[in-house]
């Protein structure tokens, strides 16, 4: 009998809206075993194409059926540092498990619930011994202690270095920790891994470093043999339309770092405050939007059961249709599940305030797709004469980050595009600056975890053939 | 951790404090800030950096108490420590030989006022200082202002000590005699006093620097939360800042943000005071 894809335990929608708890619950033994059941050991494995870091997924999967677990694990390492963080956050339908040859006819295999629980048995069982090969010497620099910065730590460590994290927040993670909430990635995921790798393999990270102030890249490079940046793409966008500076408005970064970072949904025993009006609408449509809007709701529904009134609303507003969202299809089904509105087909154009610079509202327009557009999607256009008035207390813009430029200062020699990121080669991620190579978010803008997770890894790479002499700059 | 190593009291609410933090002391300089966090619950404040000793490792801040965060950092003793202090963030204070220059300080600006009227009194300037609070005992370091000062006002609301008078009220009798010939302003203080001292100079068109104290949470750039307006638009106070030009500033944009989270911030202190007082008698019922 043909096994059916394997579903995966989730906290009830009612009960998840007031809580920041994990909402997929993951595999048991079983299912996981059963899932794993269902792969059909390709020989040419289209799911580890469709990785852009090509995990030996077959091979994975064949040790989790045979219930040899470390080796499961082992398989995994090979190409991922981070399962179980990539089992919870990658966009699976569009890499792996869009590839699937099962997807063909039916349902692809859960690879992504797998590598999840692969992960996650080795964050409680750590089959997987870090050990660093004998030091060497050689001083390294990471910048940025977000995926891109955790996976060159670690692979360059792994080889004798000694390493150095640098970060401007209080704590390392990057995105992990300040952007991606709690209910979808569990911050005790995040620094179990940080923790395991700083204390297997001696990585120092000094927090509270903002390079380019702090330290300037130069001074660095006088102390380091090699840096590595992976600063990121945090930079908020705000759309240009008048009423932007009105209470009420503001980035998904600041919403999201309020709440995840600064554990604002705890106030007043964390101390950052974090407003949710009666009616948000996040512009976006992206993992970002999905984030900030989920939040909200979990927000509203907190402050109602303490103040016993009534949650509110929250919409995502988004100027293209269902099929061009950009944000993680688990994501939005999951925002839906707990009651986002999506208005889509609809852009902002002004948003309104009242006499002591509240917002009150939101002039939106309705738009039409018309030929597709450079990145091949149909382009949104307004239809003249559609405008109509939204009334919103909230608005948390979601439109897209850029490169920190701090990191740029006192940093001759530094190349950046015209879009801010820094110039960097995609095999090696060497800069156009001697011993300074860059990956993740501050190379290609706004991107995804195991892209950036990727770029490191390659770096690694080539920073540790350089250190050893097998690669010259 | 970033150990506290000195702590003053300069008034009732005014506190200064001197903190261990080489690798701020290392890169200071005069109009820069530090972000600091006092605990693992605690939010992230920004507060001017008052006086550096690269040498000794140490940053000198002053901050006046308003909420929750910097009561509780007020209540702190020499010898405790804070989890998180992160800077020199901002750009630093653009000194040159201007020739008669003005600074303005209100309340806790006065601290941070003072090493940027040293710096203008060092590189050549002929130096007045205006100083006021809204009483006496907000006052403090009036001899320091004096000995960097060619002449010094002082100004209370109450008329408690100095002058009975706003500071803008001297600020325009020196404007007018044309003997003085101004050629920049500073101004550190509230947000109303820096407003109404940049409409004071405006007729004057004597070119006006205010150093804006918008609420933060990384300071680098990366949450757009302490955006201002200007005349071209908007800007990050934490990245492009702190300091702009005040007649280019939309002071009622400024205001109206600044009081965004009031709300919250008076349940903060109430919960805060709360659990001190729980705590006091949890004490006090532990020792009977
Ligand atoms: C809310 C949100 C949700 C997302 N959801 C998903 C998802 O579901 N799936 C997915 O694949 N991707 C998702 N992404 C994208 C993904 O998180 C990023 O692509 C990824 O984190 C980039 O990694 P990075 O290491 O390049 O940078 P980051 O994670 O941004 O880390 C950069 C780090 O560098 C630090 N830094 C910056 N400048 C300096 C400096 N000058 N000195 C010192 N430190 C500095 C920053 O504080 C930060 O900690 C999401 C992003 C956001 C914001
Ligand atoms: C670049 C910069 C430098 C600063 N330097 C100093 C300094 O040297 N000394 C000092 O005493 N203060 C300084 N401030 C202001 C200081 O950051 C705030 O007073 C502090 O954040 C208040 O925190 P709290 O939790 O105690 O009070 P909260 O509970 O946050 O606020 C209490 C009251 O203060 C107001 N408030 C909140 N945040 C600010 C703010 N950022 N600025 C002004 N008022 C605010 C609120 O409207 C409220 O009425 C600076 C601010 C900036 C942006
Ligand atoms: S493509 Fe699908 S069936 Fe084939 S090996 Fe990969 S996961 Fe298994
Ligand atoms: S404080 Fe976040 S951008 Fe300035």
Known sequence: ?????????????????????????????????????????????????????????????????????????????????????????????????????????????????????????????????????????????????????????????????????????HGPGGVLIYGIPEFRLPKSVVHGEIDYAAKCLGIEIRSD????????????????????????????????????????????????????????????????????????????????????????????????????????????????????????????????????????????????????????????????????????????????????????????????????PIVFVDAEGLERTKYGTAVADNDTGRTKKQRVWAGGDVVTGAATVISAMGAGKRAAADINKFLKGEAAW | MYKILEKQVLSDVTKLMVIEAPHVAQKAKAGQFIIVRIDENGERIPLTIADFDRKAGTITIIFQEVGKSTLQLGAMKAGDSVSTFVGPLGHPTEIENFGTVVCMGGGVGIAPIYPIARALKEGGNKVISIIGARTKDLLFWEDKMKAVSDELHICTDDGSHGRKALVTEPLKEVLEDKSRAVAKVWAIGPAVMMKFVSQTTKPFGVPTIVSLNTIMIDGTGMCGGCRVLLEDGAQFVCVDGPEFDGHKVDWGNLLSRLSFYKEEEKAAVDHYKNHICNLDKAVAEGGK
């Open chain 1, 209 to 404: 470093h903002v390079i380019g102030r702090t330290i300037t890249l130069d001074e660095l490079l006088a102390e380091y043999d090699a840096v590595f940046l992976g600063t990121g793409a945090g930079l908020p966008s705000f759309m240009r339309i008048p009423g932007i500076n009105l209470n009420g408005v503001m980035s998904a970064n600041e919403f999201l770092t309020r709440v995840n970072l600064m554990k604002g949904y705890l106030f007043p025993n964390y101390d950052t405050p974090v407003k949710a009006g009666r009616k948000v609408a996040v512009i976006g449509a992206g993992n970002v939007a999905m984030d900030a809007a989920r939040c909200s709701a979990r927000i509203q529904h907190l402050h109602a059961q303490q103040n016993g009134t009534q949650p509110g609303e929250v919409h995502i507003v988004y100027r293209r249709s269902k099929e061009e969202i950009p944000a993680r299809a688990e994501e939005v089904h999951h925002a839906m599940e707990e009651g986002i509105i999506f208005d889509l087909l609809t852009n902002p154009i002004e948003i309104m305030g009242d006499s002591t610079g509240k917002v009150v509202g939101m002039r939106c327009i309705r738009m039409e797709l018309g030929e597709p557009d450079a990145s091949g999607r149909r382009k949104p256009v307004p239809i003249a004469g559609s405008e109509f008035e939204m009334e919103v207390d909230t608005v948390i813009m979601a439109l897209g980050t850029n490169p920190n």
């Open chain 1, 1 to 169: 009998m043909k096994i059916p894809r394997q579903p995966m335990l989730h906290q009830d929608e009612h009960v998840r809206r007031a809580n920041f708890d994990e909402v997929a619950l993951g595999y048991t033994e079983e299912t996981a075993k059963k899932e794993a059941e269902r792969c059909l050991q390709c020989k040419k494995p289209l799911c580890s194409e469709g990785c852009p870091v090509g995990v030996l997924i077959p091979q994975f999967i064949k040790a989790l059926r045979e219930g040899d677990m470390p080796k499961a694990v082992e398989a995994m390492k090979v190409k991922n540092n981070l399962p179980a963080i990539c089992g919870r956050v990658c966009p699976q339908e569009s890499q792996c498990e869009g590839k699937c040859i099962l997807g063909k006819k039916g349902e692809p295999v859960a690879i992504g619930r797998l590598e999840r629980f692969v992960g996650d048995y080795e964050l409680a069982h750590r089959t997987c011994p870090l050990n660093a090969a004998p030091p060497t010497g050689k001083k390294v620099a990471v910048v940025g202690t977000g995926p891109a910065g955790l996976t060159c730590a670690v692979d360059v460590a792994r080889e004798g270095h000694t390493v150095t994290m640098f970060e401007s927040l």
